[in-house]
């Protein structure tokens, strides 16, 4: 599997991640590398293997639709890097 | 100051030393020697000694529990109240956890003291401590090398006496890797043996926390503060925990343990073949009955691995979007430019390849061919140990198929970096427990011995670690730090 440079562009902008111009040829090689090592998969058949998500086959837990958090607004937006009355800032959404 | 946590213990209730005083001490070693071997990204000196005076106070009023007053290390990414919890990482380099994970909370109850946040590979992504933000660790048995990763500072410190144990996380071979590269021992428990709860997430479905320690007696006291059902984290075991500690001397006398020929096939240094078999020979006097098995989709693993560790990280890592908490990028023109922005300075390379790959193969048109693929996989990766603990009741091989090789030796080439894990991913896949301890040295660097047991059967592996431990002094050895 090999990559072009637009497949980079591609990728970083669904992962909403900054990519450098003229580091992208590098992502080109690293990430085409990386794929034919994962093509190795291919060499085995498995279509009638059901897919294994949780390594137990455990399913998730569920617990009872009740409040066990106390409200640390605060606290939690001490640490964020924009705040105003209680809410976070971000760069203007809508127009 | 290379004494086990049962010497602190002993030493602590005896009253030779008080907590304070042991602590100072590391504190002290850690002064001297952290410069050099860059094992601690954070020292919480003036924590630690309010810790220790804490459980002075409470070991005179008669309340001491098994680990109170003891020092130890924790792998930056388990969130410490308070305490800035950076994953290795830019991004969370501002970042002051509001809240502690179960396992710190656990170590809290216990009285344990915390001498600092120790280094890794960004968000335990590595193999090396290479990909820290905070920069490399130096492998204490030679500081041109790699201590092995991610838990690299972890291992380090443990190896070179800053700490007498530490904990780590292990998502393919993080806990057992560094363990075997700095010659030490470390235990990699049960997929949801110890609670994730705070413990930043790397890959959520292989990821496992455990202990980092000179010997399988010192784990066993370590993993029963760590090992606990947690309601908070929705993939935790509600299967009851034994007694590590009073299982040690149940011996290895008649136990089957298979030889995976997969693990001891190219690839393999040859002089690290020979260590192991040096190994296996003192288990056979021990009683032991080795038999030759065969994991035939050893070789899926590594492909198997990286599709599932890479898509679940570019899921889990989507969280740090520059909004709430760590790094912001400057000036930002819109919320798209805030956040590719935010993300594309606070994140490095690897972790950049990774979210990129993940992402991919997560994406429309490509999820069967990639993740649902990798998940058929990983079912024939579990099948293989299971038809194996048919017929035998621990399988063994080595940690890694090299010894800690040289930093920089292998950063041009995420590939060959990858390949490093080829016999401590499949654990992770199958969320088997395994453990790494020392068995000998190749070139004066440490060569590690990989035990794996079936599922809930930590006692079992710490047991016959330990049964080896009593007739073998690899585990005794220290590096030689300059004073």
Redesign the interface.
């Known amino acids: 599997m090999t990559l072009k440079s637009e497949d980079i562009r591609n990728i970083a902008h669904l992962a909403r991640l900054h990519i450098d111009e003229d580091a992208i040829d590098d992502y080109v090689d690293d990430l085409s590398n990386i794929l034919s090592l994962v093509d190795q998969m291919n060499q085995v058949d498995s279509s009638s293997v059901a897919p294994l998500s949780n390594p137990l086959d455990a399913t998730q837990r569920l617990r009872a639709d009740e409040v066990t958090e106390t409200n640390q607004r605060d606290k939690f937006q001490q640490i964020a890097p924009d705040v105003a009355d209680g809410f976070y800032r971000v760069p203007k959404v809508i127009e | 100051m290379t004494r086990s946590v049962i010497e602190i213990c002993e030493g602590l209730a005896t009253g030779e030393f008080s907590s304070v005083e042991i602590t100072q001490d590391y504190l002290a070693r850690i002064a001297q020697h952290n410069p050099a071997l860059n094992c601690f990204i954070s020292v919480t000196g003036e924590l630690a000694l309010e810790q220790a005076r804490q459980a002075d106070t409470v070991r005179a009023a008669g309340n001491a529990g098994a680990l109170t007053g003891v020092p130890i290390a924790h792998k930056d990414l388990f969130c410490t109240d308070g305490v800035r919890t950076s994953c290795g990482s830019r991004i969370l380099d501002?970042?002051?956890a509001?809240y502690d994970a179960t396992v710190i909370e656990q170590f809290n109850q216990g009285g344990t003291v915390m001498l600092g946040k120790t280094n890794m590979d960004e968000f335990a992504m590595g193999s090396s401590n290479e990909n820290s933000y905070y920069g490399s660790v130096a492998n204490p048995w030679n500081l041109k090398h790699v201590p092995g990763g991610s838990s690299g500072g972890s291992a380090a410190a443990v190896a070179a006496g800053l700490a007498p144990a530490a904990t780590g996380t292990d998502t393919g071979g993080s806990i057992r890797q560094p363990a075997a590269f700095c010659g030490v021992t470390g235990i990699k428990p049960?997929?949801?043996r110890v609670s994730r709860y705070g413990m930043v997430a790397f890959a959520s479905?292989?990821d496992q926390g455990g202990p980092f320690a000179r010997s399988a007696e010192d784990c066993a006291l370590l993993l029963q503060t760590m090992a606990k059902f947690d309601?908070r984290d929705?993939?935790s075991?509600e299967q009851a925990v034994p007694d590590y500690s009073a299982g040690l001397g149940q011996g290895i006398e008649g136990l089957k343990i298979g030889l995976p020929k997969e693990y001891f096939a190219d690839g393999l240094d040859s002089r690290i073949a020979g260590v192991i078999e040096t190994a296996i020979d003192e288990l056979r006097k021990l009683g032991a009955e080795i038999k030759e098995i065969s994991l035939p989709?050893t070789?899926?693993s590594?492909?198997?691995y990286?599709?599932v560790a890479m898509a679940e990280c570019?899921s889990n890592l989507?969280r740090f979007?520059?909004?709430?908490?760590?790094?912001?990028c400057e000036n930002?023109?819109?919320?798209?430019?805030?956040?590719?922005?935010s993300?594309?300075?606070g994140?490095g390379a690897e972790v950049?390849?990774r979210?990129?790959?993940g992402?991919?193969?997560l994406?429309a048109g490509y999820y069967d061919a990639?993740y649902?693929?990798?998940?058929?996989?990983?079912?024939?990766i579990?099948d293989d140990f299971q038809s194996a603990f048919d017929s035998v009741d621990l399988i063994l091989g080595p940690t890694t198929p090299e010894v800690a090789f040289e930093i920089g030796a292998k950063t041009d080439?995420?590939?060959s970096m990858?390949l490093q894990d080829i016999y401590t991913i499949s654990l992770?896949?199958?969320?088997?427990p395994g453990m790494s301890l020392p068995v000998g040295f190749v070139d004066g660097l440490p060569v590690g011995m990989q035990l794996i047991g079936n599922?809930f059967d930590e006692a079992g592996l710490l047991a016959a670690a330990h049964s080896y431990q009593q007739v073998s002094d690899w585990h005794l050895q220290t590096p030689g730090l300059t004073s």
């Open positions: 501002n970042f002051i509001p049960t997929y949801g479905s292989l309601p929705s993939t075991s989709n070789g899926l590594i492909p198997t990286y599709v570019s989507s979007d520059g909004v709430r908490f760590g790094h912001r930002p023109v819109d919320l798209e430019d805030l956040y590719k922005r993300r594309g300075e994140f950049k390849r979210i990129l790959i992402t991919y193969a994406s990639y649902l693929k990798a998940q058929q996989l990983r079912r024939m579990k080439d995420p590939v990858y992770n896949l199958a969320g088997l599922y």
